[in-house]
């Protein structure tokens, strides 16, 4: 129990560290102007990196304490955060249309499956150990680990609804999922938007409406991000909306299945056998040495 506690507070503590990393430029009297985006945080990237992949691998070795199940389902997010490094590595060398990339299906399934905090844990590394592969890591790659988990912590969420509607194992199941997986395709290019945005002046190009400054209210503040968003990103991120729908429309429910087996042979609840009556403890005895041997 303890464990437990201590790994969710850590989880609690991660997730406000990566709301504080993205929102705190915002109140700062004053933000430098970058005429290129990629520098956007590259004084303080290098750290948040380090403090999230710090807490995630604390997180991770909590996990293998507890219980030998724990350790099983450890490695088996190994395997699926390699797997998901290979399928973005296919996607760098062979881009697809707009924002979509085929990573995010297994980010949502193994968070939906498995529990929100496995689902950040999926989504984080997958960023960190596909950024590290391609090559395309850069003071971007923190916000993107966060934004990731997030997306995977959340999928736990769509469990009540499914459950509601009496879709699991069905296909109204897979579409809930499409749906989260597509709306998440879109608040994906819309996090990462902030990431950069507070940096950016009328003078990288479009009109003045589409910037921020210090000092402006939270109200125009969100008006002008979201025309910002409009006019910039909305098509991009509509490509990945379109690919994470058909791809979890397509590839769901496999892995669903492979991922529900695995979920039964590696994850259980302990219970305390009865204490036999006198007249059940000869076939409790009988069936106590049967398992044993």
């Known amino acids: 129990m303890t464990r437990r506690l201590l790994s969710a507070s850590i989880y609690?503590?991660?997730?406000?560290?990566?709301?504080?990393?993205?929102?705190?430029?915002?109140?700062?009297?004053?933000?430098?102007?970058?005429?290129?985006?990629?520098?956007a945080h590259a004084g303080d990237a290098p750290l948040v990196l380090t403090l999230l992949a710090g807490c995630a691998f604390a997180v991770l070795l909590l996990e293998v304490q507890d219980v030998a199940a724990n350790a099983k389902?450890?490695?088996?997010?190994?395997?699926?955060?390699?797997?998901?490094?290979?399928?973005?590595?296919?996607?760098?060398?062979?881009?697809?249309?707009?924002g979509f990339s085929p990573i995010?299906?297994?980010?949502?399934l193994t968070g939906y499956v498995f529990g929100g905090r496995m689902g950040f844990l999926m989504g984080a590394l997958t960023l960190f150990v596909s950024g590290i592969i391609t090559g395309s890591a850069g003071p971007w790659l923190?916000?993107?680990?966060?934004?990731?988990?997030?997306?995977?912590?959340?999928?736990?969420?769509?469990r009540p609804l499914v459950r509601l509607l009496g879709g699991e194992g069905k296909w109204t199941e897979v579409a809930l999922l499409a749906l989260f997986a597509g709306i998440w395709g879109l608040l994906y290019g819309a996090v990462m938007n902030i990431w950069f945005w507070p940096y950016l002046t009328a003078s990288d190009g479009g009109g003045p409406g589409l910037y921020w400054s210090p000092g402006m209210s939270i109200a125009m503040t969100l008006r002008r991000f979201g025309a910002f968003y409009l006019a910039t990103s909305l098509l991009w991120d509509l490509m990945r909306f379109g690919g994470n729908v058909a791809l979890m429309l397509v590839a769901g429910m496999p892995v669903l299945r492979v991922l529900h087996r695995f979920r039964r042979r590696f994850i259980f609840v302990y219970r305390p056998a009865p204490t036999p009556t006198e007249e059940s403890r000869p076939v409790a005895t009988a069936a106590y040495r049967k398992a044993a041997a």
């Open 12 to 39: 609690v503590m991660t997730s406000l560290m990566g709301v504080a990393a993205f929102l705190y430029p915002f109140w700062l009297p004053a933000v430098a102007a970058q005429n290129n985006v990629g520098l």
């Open 142 to 158: 923190p916000y993107q680990m966060f934004t990731a988990g997030w997306m995977g912590m959340s999928a736990v969420l769509c």
């Open 73 to 98: 389902v450890v490695a088996l997010l190994g395997v699926l955060v390699a797997i998901n490094s290979v399928l973005r590595f296919a996607e760098v060398a062979i881009p697809g249309p707009g």
């Open 104 to 108: 995010f299906l297994l980010i949502v």
